[in-house]
């Protein structure tokens, strides 16, 4: 038997299981209570946040279930397969040339089957050439009363405005990490094994958004038969840097010491980490703080287990936020030079370095800008050093 992957076994098969996206579910929801559905949707968002799957289940509800509110199981079951002769999806990809666009608008004159509606889900329908938007465009101005719309799309900027002025729009959002991290724990779960929490809520961030994404990636985990998952198992797949030896790395810049902080960069690079990979992690790192340290330790700006989130209010005490930004800074771009410098590990040893003795370069703007260094003028030099650690 093949297998079938965690991004379609796990497809919401009810509106209550869409993750995320609960205000556009409760307006579908009403407009189909209220006799109010449109001839034309529009659902936009970046991918995996839902869009297909609400359309299915939309056309599910439109057509599935009878005016006493009892559910045909088999009409539903072939609507959710994509097999239900009613509900037609098209992928605008593959499928975006004027014939293909005339070919569904000859169809959609007939009256559906079996069902209410006769439903046309369009998916990537930016991807439709302009000649095929011009076809589509005078069935949407007045399509047959039996006949609904649903076009899903990730780049909303390329659909015409004449198209997106007859549809109903809908903005799917990037779904909370906190949201993806509790489904993942059910997956999991459901899949017999057992998972820590900070691997469940990195797995959700590294999905950005997307649940199909954080599915896909916890497919590659679970294929390596371990029974139970940490965020060790994850570095190890996708070679991120330790999150403890980046906690330890920013401890040796709060401590104001360039040497410990040297060594303990070259242990993280010595495991095949790239410097950019590194400093991406790092100000992800300061990023938290800097976010921790202004708004306090409960902000829901930052999205950490509550066990990482104490261990990161402490390092944060150590800091202020203007040295927090002014490392972002250095990180970011260092970041740049060092892509296009022929002497990387350099440029990223002096960033060490620097980061290391912000407090220190700090101290001397400071003596400087007060008029003990002369003239009071602060060079560009000594201004480019910023506060970093607090005073220890």
């Not at 007939?110 to 069935?139: C, Q, W």
């Not at 900070?198 to 958004?209: D, I, P, Q, S, T």
């Not at 330890?248 to 993280?268: C, N, S, V």
């Not at 095949?272 to 790192?285: H, N, V």
Request: proline share 3%.
């Amino acid at each position: 038997m093949s297998y079938t992957v965690l991004a379609r076994r796990y497809r919401s098969q009810a509106f209550d299981e869409v993750v995320g996206q609960d205000a556009i579910v409760n307006t579908l929801r009403n407009a189909i209570t209220a006799n109010r559905v449109a001839h034309a949707y529009l659902f936009c968002g970046t991918r995996g946040v839902g869009k297909t799957s609400t359309a299915r289940l939309f056309a599910r509800a439109l057509n599935a279930v009878d005016e006493s509110g009892k559910e045909n199981k088999d009409v539903a079951e072939a609507i959710m397969a994509g097999r239900d002769t009613d509900v037609i999806e098209i992928d605008a990809a593959s499928n975006n040339g004027v014939d293909n666009v005339r070919e569904l608008i000859a169809n959609a004159g007939y009256r559906p089957m079996r069902g209410r509606r006769k439903v046309y889900i369009i998916d990537e329908v930016h991807m439709l050439s302009p000649g095929a938007f011009n076809a589509l465009l005078k069935t949407m101005e007045e399509p047959p009363s039996h006949v609904v719309f649903i076009l899903c799309t990730t780049e909303t900027h390329k659909v015409p405005a004449t198209i997106q002025s007859r549809c109903q729009r809908f903005d799917f959002r990037n779904i909370p990490t906190k949201n993806i991290a509790k489904h993942l724990g059910e997956v999991v779960k459901a899949e017999g094994v057992k998972a820590d929490d900070e691997l469940l809520h990195m797995v959700a961030r590294l999905g950005n958004g997307s649940m199909r994404d954080s599915l896909s990636l916890l497919d590659r985990l679970l294929a390596g038969g371990d029974k139970q998952l940490t965020a060790k198992t994850l570095e190890l797949l996708l070679g991120l840097p330790d999150r403890t030896l980046i906690a330890q790395l920013i401890d040796t810049f709060a401590d104001g010491e360039p040497g410990p902080a040297l060594k303990k960069a070259e242990e993280l690079l010595s495991r095949g980490i790239s410097i950019d990979q590194l400093l991406s992690a790092l100000a992800e790192r300061l990023r938290d703080l800097m976010i921790l340290s202004a708004c306090g330790g409960v902000t829901d700006m930052v999205e950490l287990t509550e066990e990482a989130r104490a261990g990161a209010v402490e390092q944060a005490k150590r800091f202020d936020v203007a040295g927090l930004t002014h490392m972002i800074a250095l990180c970011e771009s260092v970041g740049r030079s060092a892509k296009s410098s022929s002497f990387p590990r350099a440029i990223f040893d002096a960033l060490m370095v620097r980061l290391a003795q912000s407090e220190k370069i700090a101290d001397v703007a400071g003596l400087i800008a007060s008029g003990h260094g002369g003239n009071g003028a602060v060079s560009p030099a000594a201004a480019a050093g910023g506060p970093a650690a607090k005073k220890r």
